[in-house]
């Protein structure tokens, strides 16, 4: 090899090693910039971050100024809630239901005892939980009131005594939803009706577990804790301690009430108490099924308001399944009525609900709730208080600004004396209205051709 031949192998040697150099500059970047922002290789075999792979469980839940420490929820409870409530671990609660809390009306106002309803979702649960706050406003309250020529006045709760009713509202439908624990026995195992399983959800800072599967996170059901009491005193005095969760906008405390009644119940229960007739306690468009009406105002989540369970049709033959309905006499009632029915195929109310403990009923008027109520407890415990009486009525929404009073008088038969209030071949369905509006009706339903004056307040058609 001659030197022109030794130079140009030279030069080359040295341009091959100058491109190693500026690959390996190039190659060790790259993995730099690799180890920066922690970008797999496809083809890396090392061992992966455990910090990232591994989800920590908050150790510590909400402030409930009380030494109960809770249960962070795991993400199966959280699909059973769900799918016990709206049928499916996928499907979110709506924006009705995230954004309503229990809100009373002004102390100053007309309306001093009225929780807000307006929502149309959340709004048979809030009507339910507002028939205990009367009960305990009227008829548990040691505060004297005014005596009327029908009874007491209605309530005028100052903001501690909304407070206070709304814990004993909490504690009411809890306590009837929540199953007794067993009393061993030197013989045998019973159930201790003083003792029973109280579970109260609140929803905390940090999720409890990760979302996975089918299960959609929507913000609280994942933080959610949970926290078992076991007596009537302890659940009274933890929901005292912790009601802002159930009454301030930044919490979903209908939602949280909701929850902590199907964990009382629990899942297999309420199952059970709906007979295989439902599947879930809201309807598809997010309402409040009977069911749940059930389960708010009874504790038991039967599907129907009849007396006890029918096991045959009107011809005596045995049913696939069985209906089951009230099994005992409620504290606070129900009445129904709905135009669209059948003259000859109305829904029938038990004696169970037309009479209650105390004279208070959750209506249902053509698929709106609302709420009737008398300030004299003797209407239900004195048949001759019902003769001449007068109920309230409140629908909890803002558009009611004050009372509803209505006189009722069963002395006499209303088509007999007053023309006016007569049907005719004639009249249209608007006329049949105004005539006899369906809150009459469904008035009539527990007392029969009773003569309603409404006070010269606008009826409600």
């Keep these: 090899m001659d030197r022109k031949d030794r130079s140009i192998a030279k030069s080359d040697r040295n341009q091959n090693q100058n491109l190693q150099k500026l690959a390996n500059v190039f190659h060790d970047g790259f993995s730099l910039t690799q180890h920066q ?54 499907q979110p609660f709506t924006s009705d239901w995230k954004k309503f809390f229990f809100a009373f009306r002004n102390p100053k106002s007309k309306l001093p005892y009225g929780l807000d309803a307006s929502l149309p ?42 407070d206070g009713a709304l814990v ?36 905390g800072h940090d999720p409890c577990f990760q979302t996975k ?11 959610l804790w949970l926290y078992t009491l076991n007596t009537r005193n302890d659940v009274r005095k933890f929901v005292r301690r912790n009601i802002h969760y159930f009454c301030e906008r930044i919490y979903p405390g209908g ?31 997010a309402r409040s099924t009977q069911a749940l009406v059930n389960l708010l105002l009874t504790g038991n989540a039967a599907p129907y308001v009849h007396n006890g369970v ?44 037309k009479t209650p403990l105390v004279p208070i009923w959750v209506t249902q008027v053509n698929g709106t709730f609302g709420l009737l109520f008398c300030t004299s407890r003797d ?6 208080t019902e003769r001449y009486f007068t109920l309230h009525y409140y629908n909890g929404h803002v558009t009611q600004q004050t009372e509803t009073v209505l006189t009722i008088d069963t002395r006499t038969r209303v088509d007999s004396i007053n023309p006016d209030k007569q049907i005719s071949i004639w009249d249209d369905e608007e006329e049949v209205e105004k005539k006899q509006p369906s809150l009459e009706l469904l008035i009539f339903t527990k007392w029969p051709e009773a003569d309603v004056d409404w006070s010269g307040e606008t009826p409600y058609y």
């Excluded at 890396?44 to 109960?68: I, Y």
């Design 255 to 285: 939602i949280m009430l909701l929850y902590s009644v199907v964990l009382s119940r629990t899942f297999d229960v309420i199952m059970k108490d709906m007979g295989q007739r439902q599947k879930a306690l809201l309807t598809d468009n």
């Design 168 to 203: 004993d509202a909490v504690v009411d439908i809890l306590w009837k939803a929540a199953l007794p624990l067993a009393r061993q026995t030197q013989k045998h195992q019973t159930n201790n009706p003083e003792k029973k399983q109280v579970i109260v959800t609140l929803v």
């Design 379 to 384: 209407l239900v415990t004195d048949w001759k």
């Design 310 to 353: 029918i096991r045959c049709d009107g011809q005596g033959k045995a049913l696939d399944r069985p209906l089951p309905g009230i099994r005992s006499r409620s504290e606070v009632g129900f009445l129904f009525f709905n135009k669209q029915e059948h003259e000859k195929r109305r829904t029938q109310v038990g004696s169970m609900y």
């Design 37 to 90: 922002y922690q970008v797999p290789t496809p083809r890396s075999s090392g061992k992966k971050n455990s910090a990232a792979s591994v989800f920590k469980v908050p150790l510590h839940g909400p402030n409930t100024q009380t030494r109960n420490p809770g249960q962070p929820i795991d993400v199966n409870t959280a699909r059973g809630l769900r799918l016990a409530i709206v049928g499916s671990p996928s």
């Design 121 to 162: 979702g959340p709004r048979a649960l809030a009507l339910c939980a507002q028939a205990y706050i009367l009960k305990n406003l009227m008829f548990s309250s040691e505060k004297p009131r005014e005596e009327t020529y029908f009874g007491k006045e209605s309530p005028r709760p100052s903001t501690m005594e909304q």
């Design 213 to 223: 599967g089918n299960f959609i996170g929507d913000g609280f059901t994942e933080k």
